[in-house]
């Protein structure tokens, strides 16, 4: 069946890394752009960019310019979000989500159909 | 940015009710418009594209309607598996956002 798995929990100090994996299966990976949302605690949904796994092509918000990293394998069909710098208040949870259904008025943007199991990511001295 | 204000922010109805969540955004959209249940402890679901295209497999008590600025979910009768929080996003344009969510309860 049509999946996004990814990888498991992390943990964190203020300043490092993080990579979240997110692997798909079941379908064409190039087919469809993988989108990256996270949520804090008790908090709503934040879109973080997409990578288009054909073209390697990427989009960022301004917020997470300079910060993030999305890239992807095509060879496993894979795509990964790398957020750098971490700080207390990036302690969430991470999804990736395909971008699958509907017209797309500009690129990436198709609602997300299929979605990731989500990353914990903990940040914490 | 395109911001997306849902109302209420929680809601409180009985089982067969009928419950209306509203989302604005703050310029036209268009029907770029999506909605995504959210159990408590789950991963977002997408339930309605495009401003009133039903997904496949989400129940037919789930409908969407607007275009330009203002849209509406609406479940036609409120069952105990619907308790949730729901989001609207708006895809018409980078960045793509997000409503804050509207928490479905069961009175």
């Known amino acids: 069946q049509v999946q996004l798995v990814q990888s498991g929990a992390e943990v964190k100090k203020p300043g490092a890394s993080v990579k979240v994996s997110c692997k798909a299966s079941?379908?064409?990976?190039?087919?469809?752009?993988i989108q990256w949302v996270r949520q804090a605690p008790g908090q709503g949904l934040e879109w973080m960019g997409w990578i288009d796994p054909n073209s390697g092509g990427t989009n960022y918000p301004q917020k997470f310019q300079g910060r993030v990293t999305m890239t992807r394998d095509t060879s496993i069909n894979t795509a990964s979000m790398e957020l750098n710098g971490l700080r207390s208040d990036d302690t969430a949870m991470y999804y990736c989500a395909r971008g699958g259904l509907g017209s797309a008025s500009c690129y990436g943007c198709r609602a997300f159909d299929i979605w990731g199991q989500g990353t914990t990511v903990a940040v914490s001295s | 940015d395109i911001q997306m204000t849902q109302s209420p922010s929680s809601l409180s109805a009985s089982v067969g009710d009928r419950v209306t969540v509203t989302c604005r955004a703050s310029?036209?959209?268009?029907?770029?418009l999506n909605w995504y249940q959210q159990k408590s402890g789950e991963v977002p679901n997408l339930l309605i594209y495009?401003?009133?295209s039903l997904r496949g497999g989400v129940p037919s008590r789930f409908s969407g309607s607007g275009s330009g600025t203002d849209f509406t979910l609406t479940i036609s009768s409120l069952q105990p598996e619907d308790v949730a929080t729901y989001y609207c996003q708006q895809s018409y344009s980078s960045p793509l956002t997000f409503g804050q969510g509207t928490k479905v309860e069961i009175k």
């Open positions: 079941g379908y064409t990976f190039t087919d469809y752009y």
């Open positions: 495009a401003a009133s």
């Open positions: 310029q036209s959209i268009s029907t770029y």
